[in-house]
C-alpha cells in the first residue's frame, strides 16, 4: 500500500425515518463501497430507527474519490430490498486537516459545510477539534427514496509509513 494516505474512520451512528421495506418495518444495514473496499454495518431487525454504533475503517489513497453508503433492507427469501444511498465528499474535512492545527480547546468548531445539491448533508456539518483530533459529524439525506437520513461520523487515522495528507 505505497499510495495509502490514511484511513478514515467512519461511523456509522443511525437511521432516521428510514422508509418502510417489510409489512410495517423493515430490518435495515449499511453497506459502505470506496474504491473497491466493500463493509457492512450489522442488521438491525424491524425498525426504521437503528441504532447501529459500527465503526468502519477505509483506506485512503485518493481524496477526490467518495464514500458510498447504500441502505437495505434484509429479506430471507427474496433479494434485499435498497432503502436509498448518499455519499461523502472527504474533502473539505482533509482541507481541515491540511491547516495543520494544535492545541485548541475541545469543541472548537474548525469549518462548517453546508447542504446543497451537490451533497447529500440534510443539515450543516461541523469539523471540530477533540482533544487533538478532527471529527466531523453528518446527517446524510438518502437519495433514490421517499425518506430516511443516516448520522455518520468520520475520523481521519495516521498509521505509521503512510504518506498523509500534509
Known amino acids: ?76 427469501f427474496t433479494a434485499d430490498d435498497k432503502m436509498g444511498e448518499a455519499e461523502i465528499d472527504i474533502r473539505p474535512y482533509v482541507e481541515c486537516l491540511r491547516m495543520g492545527l494544535e492545541n485548541l480547546p475541545t469543541g472548537t468548531v474548525i469549518t462548517r459545510v453546508q447542504p446543497s445539491r451537490t451533497n447529500c448533508l440534510a443539515d450543516k456539518s461541523c469539523c471540530v477539534w477533540d482533544n487533538g483530533r478532527i471529527l466531523q459529524d453528518m446527517f446524510l439525506r438518502l437519495r433514490n427514496v421517499e425518506c430516511g437520513e443516516i448520522e455518520v461520523q468520520i475520523e481521519w487515522i495516521n498509521p505509521p509509513g503512510c504518506k498523509g495528507v500534509f
Do not use: F, H
Not at 457492512?40 to 474519490?65: A, F, M, Q, Y
Open 1 to 76: 500500500m505505497e499510495n495509502l494516505l490514511g484511513l478514515v474512520r467512519l461511523r456509522v451512528r443511525r437511521g432516521i425515518n428510514l422508509a418502510i421495506r417489510d409489512t410495517r418495518s423493515s430490518d435495515p444495514y449499511v453497506v459502505v463501497t470506496m474504491a473497491g473496499q466493500k463493509l457492512k454495518t450489522r442488521v438491525i431487525n424491524d425498525t426504521c430507527n437503528p441504532e447501529w454504533n459500527d465503526e468502519l475503517t477505509l483506506s485512503i489513497t485518493d481524496i477526490n474519490v467518495p464514500i458510498n453508503l447504500a441502505v437495505y433492507d434484509r429479506d430471507t
